[in-house]
């Protein structure tokens, strides 16, 4: 006898000490002095007819697949939940504690006592979750938000993916008390001289869901593919320390209430049902791998850099007109740190793996990297049904730039280490994944 839907969340704060070292800008100067917001990790378990799938969101950068794989390990030990039914992505927020070594400083280490209270934490988040279980009723949809987020690599801010994922879930009373809210926009209205643990706008969001939602209301935000999408910004500036205009605290919650605002009007349009379908697949994935000269050679290019911009600061040239030697130092410091990556995997390809997670009709596309929008967009359209492209999930590769990126070159190509033709892979691999799950062809 077919059983009904059963869900359950739950949250545990993941905030750093102050004095912590910050991820995400490599021109931040100096370490955290408090949170302005509590970072959490969140869970939203989903079971019926014996297959359960967990959603977890943490607000970090990013976490490694080897993080991952462990955590979700250790799951499955203590739940009996499929490792691969487990999704672990990060909502990319640029002000949260260092999770893994990094080319922004390569001699830079996570906290070991961090990172083992984080895994403990997702770990808990997920138990928890399932512990929390209750009769439900479930429904994925979407709604619409213009003027967010902005193109950073082209002059007129397009595409973005104006579309807003979203998962609800009701309780016996029918009324909506959870929300998973899928977009894709980088976090960072807050730049490098912020000194305050923070989720970005995703905190103003979740805390507007959360009060629409009360008394016992649940949100959560997964990323999409926000590679080339920001709030804004300037992804060269922000990487050498240029600071714009409109990165307050208050503009992140204007942004983050109107993504809510977006949601919570789509809501209503959603159907819950409690007979709903749930699968999940995996798939590894060999993406090509850029060349790159020896790291004997990229270590060269890297102190002639170096000096070079030595010799400019000597000389008093002004900050301002010494951007372009700046530049110059950090792409060659990525040059030489993917080096060496590429030397350690010792070949011509990059192995990544993809998720798919089924709920009733829809999709959920897992990828461990920052895909470029059209990639996420391209999927959304040649799927057979509506769509959620999580990002930052289940690892992370770093960016993933579109063909045509490659060819236009700039910072997110540059701190890429997938070679041309990743992007046409990875659409590839997910629509692959559909068609196991669904049966279609």
């Not at 070079?308 to 030697?325: I, K, N, P």
Request: overall charge negative; glycine content about 12%; charged content about 20%.
């Amino acid at each position: 006898m077919s059983e009904g839907l059963t869900a359950g969340c739950a949250r545990i704060c993941i905030s750093p000490r102050p004095g912590t070292p910050l991820a995400g800008f490599g021109a931040r100067q100096g370490v955290s002095r408090g949170a302005h917001d509590e970072l959490y990790v969140r869970a939203l378990v989903l079971e019926r007819d014996g297959v359960a799938l967990a959603l977890a969101a943490a607000d970090l950068l990013a976490l490694q697949a080897a993080f991952v794989d462990r955590v979700r390990a250790a799951i499955e030990r203590r739940i009996g939940l499929a490792g691969d039914a487990i999704l672990i992505a990060a909502t990319h927020t640029h002000a949260a504690p260092l999770t893994f070594t990094t080319f922004v400083d390569a001699s830079e280490r996570p906290d070991p006592a961090y990172m083992q209270s984080l895994a403990q934490a997702v770990e808990d988040c997920v138990a928890l979750a399932w512990e929390n279980r209750g009769p439900a009723a479930a429904g994925v949809g979407s709604g619409r938000i213009s003027g967010f987020g902005v193109n950073r690599r082209t002059s007129d801010g397009t595409p973005v993916d104006e579309e807003i994922g979203l998962i609800t879930v009701a309780g016996a009373s029918g009324r909506a008390r959870a929300v998973l809210v899928n977009y894709a926009c980088h976090p960072t209205v807050l730049g490098p001289d912020n000194l305050l643990a923070t989720a970005d706008f995703p905190a103003f969001t979740i805390e507007r869901l959360e009060r629409a939602l009360a008394p016992d209301g649940f949100a959560m935000f997964v990323n999409g593919a926000q590679g080339n999408v920001g709030p804004g910004h300037s992804s060269e500036k922000s990487a050498i320390g240029i600071i714009e205009g409109g990165r307050t605290f208050e503009r992140a919650r204007e942004l983050g209430e109107r993504l809510a605002e977006a949601s919570l009007g789509a809501l209503a349009g959603i159907p819950a049902r409690g007979d709903l379908e749930l699968g999940f697949a995996t798939a590894r994935v060999d993406l090509p791998l850029k060349r790159y000269p020896s790291s004997d050679a990229t270590a060269a290019a890297w102190r002639a850099a170096e000096a070079r911009l030595a010799a400019l600061e000597t000389a008093g040239v002004a900050l301002e007109d010494t951007s372009g030697a700046r530049t110059a130092r950090m792409y060659a410091a990525i040059h030489d740190f993917y080096a060496r990556e590429a030397e350690a995997l010792g070949g011509k390809r990059l192995p990544i793996t993809l998720q798919a997670l089924r709920i009733g009709d829809a999709m959920i596309v897992a990828v461990p990297a920052e895909a470029f929008v059209e990639l996420g967009l391209t999927i959304k359209r040649r799927a057979g049904r509506p769509t959620l492209v999580a990002g930052i999930a289940n690892g992370y590769i770093g960016y993933l730039p579109t063909r045509e990126a490659h060819a236009a070159g700039g910072y997110e190509v540059v701190a890429s280490k997938c070679g041309e033709g990743a992007g046409d892979v990875l659409v590839e691999a997910a629509l692959d994944l559909e068609r196991r799950l669904f049966g279609c062809r």
